[in-house]
């Protein structure tokens, strides 16, 4: 005897908070579902919310208008295919991170989220309480487990519902992307098939788009009850995609699904910097960004990152010279926004700078020049560019690297402004990387252009922040690639000096750039947000004091 079910897995990017427009999202959705035949519905964790929602789900209006969109959307499962979806709800006095099973018009079924994440960028445990060990449900002689996200990243949960006699899992997500994300989710999975040798089915419905400072990759897929991979949604993309299972002797199988190709490397880095900015700016209602246009690569970069995700009309460069700035980079930035095909001005801050110094020259008088100018250059330029910002409306976009964050090495309220920076978790030392990939693709990444938009006289010239004369980073910084494995050892794997040193490391300098990664605390809490795209951001990930005596041996 055979039995078959039409599946369609609905990888959509909510909006944090728009529970109205997230229930027409999924209402727009199940139509689709229903023109294509389908027999069910499935929508990412948490969907009429949106994932994360942090403490908004602590306000019992956002709760309570999730559960009546929920009512709401019950009804169209009358005459149309049955509904799994995601919302916080209340049970008496506890809130509880849910699955909803909606068919017949009604709340069919009911599931709480029992291992809630706390670590890395989670922190369910701050608004949600722990559900109990979920059961089965058993919906159209199916039965099925519910379990949401972290319930499938460890066997208790899927111990349980298969000890019920569950032989499909369907699995609401909001998993984040980060590099290693594909290797922990193979990883976690393959160990289903292992200890039950088989004979279970998985759908796995993961949300995609950027919410703040996480990027979600979707890349939502399904295996059969052998284990092997039938369905693949793009990644970065939304998608909806349906799958035809069949139930036999050897248990579920599905067939005319989606089989996307995976993103890795360098290419699921750029889509994921794209997505995280692109959906910053448009969620929270900019018309584009504005950008400042130095000439070197770290603004080039983030003006192709802005053009592959808005499109070239809504992004602005500005080159902002001062009596330091070079021929060479008025030339640079002037090219790279013709490369990209983005509007481009000049405007002097030469003229503002000499004022400060007048109007400062009697407090100042018989000190020495010292950073302190070079800071009134920087500031200077994030004047003109919060002016822009405020008269026109585009969001300013802040172009450091990880590298310089990590060290302090740039300018509050100058070259630190701005609504959002896409580059805050990349090191510059992977912002060259970035750059030649994005010169040689040949096939396009979003709205920009193709072949070599950042010039090699861009990628190989000495960065500089242009303050004083013949002024170079490395003046002041180690190299940069001496630079990022040191941080990348006291960051993102928390070293102690000393195995730093036994690495090859030079004593002296680990220790000034472990004291110079404390000290920029404060200043990195006044940062603005910025894509995730490693094992550790500064913001979400690491939350270390800003007052902080503390030195390894």
């Not at 009604?106 to 599931?111: E, G, I, S, T, W």
């Not at 008088?365 to 200077?380: C, P, V, Y």
């Not at 978790?425 to 950042?454: C, F, M, Q, S």
Request: glycine share 8%; net charge negative.
């Amino acid at each position: 005897m055979t039995q078959t079910v039409k599946i369609l897995s609905a990888q959509l990017n909510p909006v944090v908070g728009d529970v109205a427009g997230n229930l027409a999202r999924a209402r727009a959705a199940h139509a689709e579902a229903a023109a294509r035949g389908a027999d069910l519905i499935v929508f990412p964790e948490l969907f009429l919310i949106g994932y994360p929602p942090e403490d908004l789900v602590l306000k019992p209006a956002a709760v309570e208008a999730c559960q009546r969109a929920l009512d709401s959307l019950a009804q169209e499962t009358r005459n149309g295919p049955a509904i799994i979806i995601g919302l916080p709800w209340r049970q008496g006095a506890l809130l509880h991170n849910a699955v909803a099973l909606l068919d017949e018009g009604r709340l069919f079924a009911l599931r709480f989220k029992h291992d809630l994440p706390n670590y890395s960028v989670f922190d369910e445990k701050r608004v949600f309480e722990r559900g109990p060990m979920p059961e089965i449900v058993k919906w159209r002689g199916i039965r099925l487990g519910l379990p949401i996200c972290e319930d499938i990243w460890y066997v208790g949960v899927p111990d349980k519902l298969i000890a019920q006699g569950a032989e499909m899992m369907i699995s609401i997500n909001g998993s984040p992307w980060r590099r290693s994300v594909e290797r922990e989710r193979e990883t976690a999975f393959a160990r289903w098939y292992d200890r039950w040798n088989g004979a279970k089915a998985l759908v796995f419905v993961n949300q995609v788009g950027g919410q703040d400072e996480l990027v979600f990759d979707g890349a939502s897929f399904s295996r059969d009850s052998e284990g092997t991979e039938c369905q693949r949604l793009p990644a970065f993309e939304e998608s909806m995609d349906l799958a035809v299972w069949t139930l036999d002797d050897s248990g579920w199988h599905c067939e005319g699904a989606q089989r996307a190709g995976l993103v890795a490397g360098l290419e699921a880095d750029w889509r994921a910097l794209c997505r995280g900015l692109g959906d910053y700016v448009s969620k929270n209602g900019f018309p584009g960004v504005v950008l400042g246009m130095s000439g070197g690569i770290d603004s080039a970069i983030s003006a192709a990152i802005a053009v592959d995700a808005l499109g070239a009309d809504k992004v602005w460069a500005v080159m902002l010279p001062s009596q330091y700035t070079s021929e060479e980079s008025l030339e640079d930035a002037k090219d790279c926004a013709e490369r990209l095909g983005i509007r481009y001005d000049i405007i002097d801050v030469e003229p503002a700078i000499a004022s400060f110094g007048q109007i400062l020259a009697p407090a100042f008088r018989g000190s020495k020049i010292d950073a302190t100018e070079e800071n009134i250059q920087s500031r200077a330029r994030g004047v003109v560019l919060m002016a822009l910002s405020n008269k026109f409306g585009p969001m300013v976009l802040s172009t450091g690297n990880k590298s310089e964050m990590a060290v302090g090495y740039a300018t509050l309220y100058g070259d630190m402004n701005g609504g959002y920076n896409a580059l805050k978790d990349v090191y510059k030392t992977e912002v060259y990387e970035l750059a030649r990939w994005r010169n040689e693709i040949r096939e396009p990444v979003g709205h920009g252009p193709v072949g070599e938009v950042i010039t090699r006289r861009i990628i190989t010239k000495a960065p500089s922040a242009e303050l004083r004369p013949d002024q170079t980073d490395q003046d002041s910084l180690p190299p940069y690639d001496v630079l990022d494995a040191i941080l990348y050892g006291l960051i993102e794997d928390e070293k102690a000096p000393r195995d730093l040193v036994a690495a090859g490391h030079d004593a002296d300098t680990v220790r000034r750039i472990e004291d110079l990664l404390y000290r920029a605390e404060y200043k990195r809490r006044q940062a603005p947000p910025g894509v995730k795209i490693g094992s550790k951001n500064f913001g979400r990930d690491r939350r270390y004091p800003m007052t902080n005596r503390f030195r390894a041996d």
